[in-house]
């Protein structure tokens, strides 16, 4: 690591803000060692992308030690990397060719569940009396046949598994090999916060924490009303009580400079907004668009709720419009090319830090995944498909067997083939991306949205005197569009290398297009 680079690194605390962040699903990244699963080795050979479409930080998906029943969301061991990826050297390794390259690194942190293989819950379960008896939630119920509350887990059945051994049901959100931790004990709160000082000691600059906000946990466990019975609550999991955990969990990360995002999964830009401030949260995921149909008006309002409730928190958002739980971006809109980029073209324009998720950048859609080689629990494996990297018969793997299929026409559309075409999608992530770095009005600005027009979505971003107007056409006809004043087009989706050369106050954005242009300042006199 460059001893220079790092220290420089270290005094930008504030880099997140507008910060472009790349999600690495590491399964399927890369795969160096043959055994068909990305790993560490994997990623580092392929820092020279992330240089190359030149974003801000990595957020690594969980890289710990695992039995993979959730894939890496079952951590049975948080201070070290799981075989499947490597080792604590190929872990340095690849934060020392980050660093070097300028590039950021975020870990995702687990704070909610660990594996039921995790010592802590070995230990909980041996005997009522043990002293990490309490570092889990275990009630009585009413006996084997009467669950404590009638609480679901997000992967449908109950949330509660009855332990024969001990005679008493814990709780899992999640699945039942993810014990949920009981953050109301002291103790567990401590050694989850080690956990973070582990990690920022050896380099790392920030954390994404999964599902944060379920730590917090009504002390009555109360029944979830009828409405959500039978449900996944934890897209319903306003609870208060997870808001002075977070508070300690920022100071600890405050001792060492280090950024969390957290992944919150309410629905309610309002709620979202009370989870970042400077003493909790720095950042929390935005779903709300990700979540929104292809509709201008959808967008528009999200976008105008977004706004107004961060704006009043004194906050900025966070947004993710794909990630290894949803949909990707190609797929959820048709597997339309087009719609595609105006997605990009919106989400790299937008006020506040930018999650992508590796493989976007080149077009990938889901892959489709036979019943036979279906592994994940929740139906989430099309979006986890391998990243083709060339048009070799292993794609730039290790093998040509990976864990699960490759997406969709894999010898066209891979990071290859895709990159060497300057009107590709890859291009358009790549020009967003450095029109985000140049323009202090794109990184830093306030935002101003216009009504809606139709199917025209238009907002402008402001700093000082630099203003930029973002034009996006969600419909089937091409829109007359009269812009605030006069304006050069810097960038056509369509066309993210060139052929939109245009500057004037009156524009025509074609059919499910996006369009990005510089105001001229008035006196200027090249309008
Ligand atoms: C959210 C993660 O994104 C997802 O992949 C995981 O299954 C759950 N949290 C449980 O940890």
């Avoid at 509660?160 to 953050?183: I, R, V």
């Avoid at 959500?228 to 405050?254: N, V």
């Avoid at 790549?430 to 770095?437: G, P, Q």
């Amino acid at each position: 690591m460059s001893e220079g680079g790092q220290v420089d690194m270290k005094n930008d605390r504030d880099w997140w803000k507008g910060a472009v962040v790349y999600q690495i699903y590491p399964r399927s990244f890369c795969d160096t060692d043959g055994d068909g699963v990305g790993d560490l080795a994997g990623i580092t050979s392929r820092v020279d992308h992330l240089v190359d479409l030149g974003v801000d930080a990595v957020w690594l998906s969980p890289v710990f030690v695992s039995p993979m029943a959730d894939f890496g969301y079952d951590v049975s061991d948080y201070r070290n990397i799981d075989p499947t990826f490597g080792t604590l050297d190929d872990f340095d390794t690849l934060v020392a060719t980050l660093h070097a390259a300028g590039i950021r690194l975020l870990l995702d942190w687990v704070p909610n569940h660990t594996s039921a293989q995790h010592p802590w819950f070995q230990q909980s379960r041996t005997s009522r009396s043990n002293d990490r008896r309490d570092w889990y939630i275990w009630r009585d119920g009413g006996g084997p046949d009467v669950r404590p509350n009638n609480w679901s887990s997000a992967f449908g059945g109950p949330a509660w598994s009855w332990d024969d051994a001990t005679e008493q049901w814990y709780l899992h959100l999640f699945l039942a090999e993810q014990p949920d931790l009981n953050w109301a004990n002291p103790d567990v709160r401590h050694a989850m916060c080690d956990v973070l000082r582990f990690w920022m000691d050896r380099g790392v600059d920030g954390f994404r924490a999964d599902v944060v906000h379920c730590i917090g946990k009504d002390p009555g466990l109360s029944n979830c009303s009828r409405i959500y019975e039978g449900k996944s609550l934890i897209d319903h999991w306003y609870q208060p009580e997870a808001f002075p955990y977070i508070e300690e969990i920022r100071a600890t990360l405050d001792e060492r400079d280090g950024v969390v995002v957290g992944e919150v999964i309410l629905h309610s830009a309002e709620q979202l907004a009370e989870y970042t401030s400077t003493r909790r949260l720095h950042m929390v995921f935005n779903f709300l668009l990700l979540f929104a149909p292809w509709d201008a008006k959808a967008w528009h309002r999200v976008l105008a709720a977004s706004l107004h409730a961060f704006a009043r928190a004194d906050a900025c958002s966070t947004w993710a419009f794909s990630n290894h739980d949803q949909e990707r971006i190609m797929s959820r809109y048709g597997a339309s090319d087009a719609r595609a980029r105006v997605a990009a073209t919106v989400l790299l324009m937008l006020e506040g830090t930018v999650f992508l998720y590796a493989g976007d950048e080149f077009g990938l859609q889901d892959a489709d995944v036979p019943d036979e080689r279906i592994v994940d629990v929740d139906g989430r494996d099309g979006c986890r498909a391998p990243i083709p990297w060339d048009t070799t018969p292993t794609h730039g793997w290790a093998t040509s067997d990976p864990w699960l299929p490759w997406p969709p026409n894999p010898d066209e559309i891979n990071a290859e083939v895709v990159s060497g075409d300057a009107q590709s999608i890859y291009w358009a992530y790549r020009s967003l991306v450095a029109l985000r770095k140049e323009s202090t009005a794109i990184k830093h600005g306030v935002t101003r949205l216009h009504p809606l027009n139709g199917d025209v979505m238009m907002f402008e971003r402001e700093v000082d005197d630099e203003r930029i107007y973002v034009v996006a056409n969600f419909g089937k006809a091409a829109a007359d569009v009269a812009l605030p004043g006069e304006a050069e087009c810097i960038f056509d989706s369509a066309f993210p290398t060139g052929g939109f050369d245009e500057s004037g106050s009156d524009t025509v954005v074609e059919a499910e297009t996006a369009r990005v242009y510089q105001a001229i300042p008035l006196g200027d006199g090249t309008g």
